[in-house]
């Protein structure tokens, strides 16, 4: 025999379902709702990992972003890439000539879907100050381009705010029919 005794003040066992309304107390505790669309933005937006495409003096502007004074970490996009196969978002920061095209475009095939594209300072944009066959006016001409940061070079506060423009773009799903309708110029010989 055992010397064991019932309590009757103990809780009541583990298996016994809960009541509706016990049952709704609880989940409020632990329990939200949304729209999975909504949950994906927001992972998305918040783990950017970039990839640094700089040539020129925009690069250097873009290495003073990812260091501690600006701190592009502070809006998730601090795991920088070197290869395109594990970034999803490509910073391109300088001059670009036409015999970097190929490569540009080879890069942007590459990357994770869905894959977003900022295009900082000038140069990047269309072609700064060099009117020139060799430098190609605008890398919106071979690949699709998500925002735009403006400057010659732009400041690190210019491309924090891209950054952010991008971010509410992703967050708010906005459509994005440059990228769906994007094909790859034809002009271009594949590598």
């Known amino acids: 025999m055992s010397n064991v005794t019932a309590n009757s003040n103990a809780p009541v066992a583990q298996n016994q379902p809960m009541a509706p309304s016990e049952l709704e107390e609880s989940a409020r505790s632990f329990a939200f709702t949304t729209r999975l669309d909504a949950i994906v933005a927001w992972g998305r937006k918040n783990s950017l990992w970039p990839m640094p495409y700089g040539t020129a003096c925009c690069g250097i502007e873009l290495m003073s972003v990812m260091g501690p004074k600006y701190d592009l970490a502070r809006f998730g996009a601090e795991v920088v890439r070197f290869s395109p196969r594990q970034a999803d978002m490509l910073v391109v920061a300088g001059t670009i000539t036409e015999k970097m095209a190929p490569v540009l475009v080879h890069i942007y095939e590459q990357m994770l879907e869905p894959k977003y594209v900022i295009s900082m300072g000038a140069c990047a944009s269309s072609g700064g100050f060099y009117r020139a066959y060799h430098v190609l006016q605008g890398i919106d001409k071979v690949i699709p381009v998500d925002v735009f940061v403006p400057g010659c070079p732009p400041t690190p506060e210019a491309v924090l705010d891209g950054v952010l423009a991008l971010q509410r773009m992703i967050a708010t799903n906005t459509p994005r029919p440059w990228v769906d309708n994007?094909?790859?110029?034809?002009?271009?010989?594949?590598?």
Do not use: D, Q, V, Y
């Open 182 to 191: 994007w094909k790859r110029p034809e002009w271009l010989k594949p590598l």
